[in-house]
Structure formats: structure tokens, C-alpha cells
């Protein structure tokens, strides 16, 4: 897929966002969750989401976009995390986050790596690469927490099966801005 520079740099915003709103999530949800195993996992996974914003955000302003450029989702998307955020209880968050959407962000990230030019994009591709050798840690310990705190296993999979299905009917994270639009904000 021959992308241009604003395109990149919106797809990269759009993985930005994504990524600052898994943090806040997450991060609103550990004064919010009682058990003490699910804290520290999630209190660790913020500082990797905020790693990731950051090296994204980093690429956008080599992008010709602004430094730690994010690039707001599709309505659809938004509503995807929205529903996510809304997880209440930690078995239906944690199934929700780790077995439903990051499986579905994950493989966003595959596709965008396998659609691009590696020679011209390869920044971003490491980057990519990068978060998903994260990601696949993420899940590790993830693993390691359900070891842990047995009674925390998941009962009902509606829940996860709602946001992975919702994640899975968007087609797109980040729709294409108009050249005007694009132009106005990166001048």
C-alpha cells in the first residue's frame, strides 16, 4: 500500500491514540479494582501503553505531523473503546482487555506492518515490531495473573465476545482526514 506522509502519520496517530486510551483506562481502573494482582498488572501495563504513545508520538513529528500527534478513531472505533472502558468488575475487565481487544489490535498492527513498505516506512515498522513483542508479554502476564487468582476465571464470555466482535466489525482504527483539514492543522 503506497501510503503518503499524512497518511502515515494519521494511521501512526491513530495507533497513538489507541494507545493513550488504553492507558487512561487502565489507569482508571486500578482505584476501582479491589484485588491487588490486578493492579500491579494493570499498573505495569500503563507504563508500557505510555511507552508505546510515546514512541509513536515520537514518529508522527517525523512524520511531518506534530510531535505526540494523535488522531482521533473512526466513530465506530471510539465506540469500541468506549465499550471497553465501560468493562465493570476486574474478571470482566481483564477478559475484556487482554482476550478480546488486545487479540484485535494486535492483529491491526500485523496488517498495517504487512501493508507497507518496509524500505520506505521502517521506522514505524520497528516501532510496531516492537509493541508487538510487547504485546505478546502483555498476554504472558496476563497468563501468569489467571495462575495466580484461579478464582478470577472468567464465567460468562459474553462480555469479551461483545468487545471482540465490536472491535472486529470496524473495518478501520483511523478514517482519512481531507487534504484541507490535514493541511490546516499540521501548518
Request: no cysteine.
Amino acid at each position: 500500500m503506497g501510503l503518503t506522509i499524512r497518511q502515515k502519520a494519521d494511521r501512526i496517530g491513530g495507533f497513538r491514540f489507541v494507545s493513550v486510551f488504553l492507558m487512561e483506562t487502565l489507569a482508571k481502573w486500578i482505584p476501582t479494582t479491589p484485588e491487588l494482582e490486578a493492579k500491579v498488572l494493570f499498573g505495569r501495563h500503563v507504563w508500557v501503553l505510555a511507552q508505546h504513545a510515546d514512541q509513536l508520538g515520537r514518529r508522527t513529528g517525523e512524520l511531518r505531523a506534530p510531535a505526540q500527534y494523535s488522531h482521533p478513531p473512526t466513530e465506530g472505533y471510539v465506540r469500541v473503546l468506549e465499550t471497553l472502558a465501560s468493562s465493570a468488575g476486574t474478571v470482566e475487565r481483564v477478559a475484556a482487555f487482554y482476550d478480546a481487544f488486545l487479540p484485535d489490535l494486535e492483529r491491526r498492527y500485523r496488517e498495517h506492518v504487512a501493508a507497507v513498505d518496509h524500505i520506505d516506512d521502517e521506522p514505524s515498522v520497528r516501532i510496531i515490531e516492537h509493541i508487538l513483542f510487547d504485546l505478546a508479554r502483555l498476554h504472558q502476564e496476563r497468563e501468569a495473573f489467571a495462575a495466580q487468582r484461579p478464582d478470577l476465571a472468567l464465567v460468562n464470555a459474553q462480555w469479551p465476545a461483545q468487545i471482540a466482535a465490536l472491535a472486529a466489525g470496524e473495518k478501520e482504527v483511523v478514517g482519512e482526514r481531507p487534504v484541507a483539514q490535514a493541511a490546516a492543522e499540521t501548518a
